[in-house]
């Protein structure tokens, strides 16, 4: 783990990167899979929850890129809080970190208990096809998970812009590309 940076003021740019890429990909997957059923079935609905499936499989990638970047070649800064703020934000940051993890794991399954078809090029086998509600209560977890996450989520965005219009010490512009103030 790299040490704490006393003096910078933001973090590096592949840390901005990967946060604002998650951060895109998170919005972009959640707000692809509150349309999917909005297209007929067919190839479409299939081609449109195969970039779903694809979405988050890039997401997968993007996580484990961050966290080990995190781990190993980040900077890292001082604490902007103290006490339970800074407590608060350090379950935020792990427990979506935790969440999307484990929402990626039960998308997959989820492909997995559907048999899902791939951009109509192939099928994943079903995992039980003799057991109809599965897939359905996979989904279920799923979209659960998926609104804890945006919850979080807003809630992680909120206290930035707390922080930026209230309390005003500049952590919202630790993470913003060069340029924003």
Do not use: E
């Amino acid at each position: 783990m790299q040490p704490v940076t006393p003096s910078a003021k933001r973090y590096d740019t592949a840390t901005i990167a990967f946060h604002w890429l998650t951060a895109i990909l998170v919005a972009t997957q959640w707000l692809g899979a509150q349309t999917i059923d909005w297209f007929p079935k067919g190839p479409l609905r299939v081609d449109v929850r195969s970039l779903h499936i694809t979405g988050g499989v890039l997401l997968a990638a993007i996580l484990l890129g961050r966290v080990v970047w995190r781990l190993t070649g980040g900077r890292r800064l001082p604490p902007s809080d103290r006490g339970v703020l800074q407590i608060l934000a350090k379950a935020t940051h792990w427990g979506l970190y935790l969440l999307l993890g484990v929402m990626i794991l039960v998308g997959l399954f989820v492909a997995w208990a559907q048999g899902a078809s791939i951009f109509n090029q192939f099928n994943l086998p079903t995992f039980d096809p003799n057991n109809d509600a599965l897939p359905d209560q996979a989904q279920d977890i799923h979209a659960i998970i998926g609104w804890i996450i945006v919850a979080v989520a807003g809630l992680h965005a909120a206290a930035a812009l707390f922080h930026r219009y209230v309390m005003r010490d500049g952590v919202l512009a630790r993470m913003l590309p060069r340029g924003g103030r």
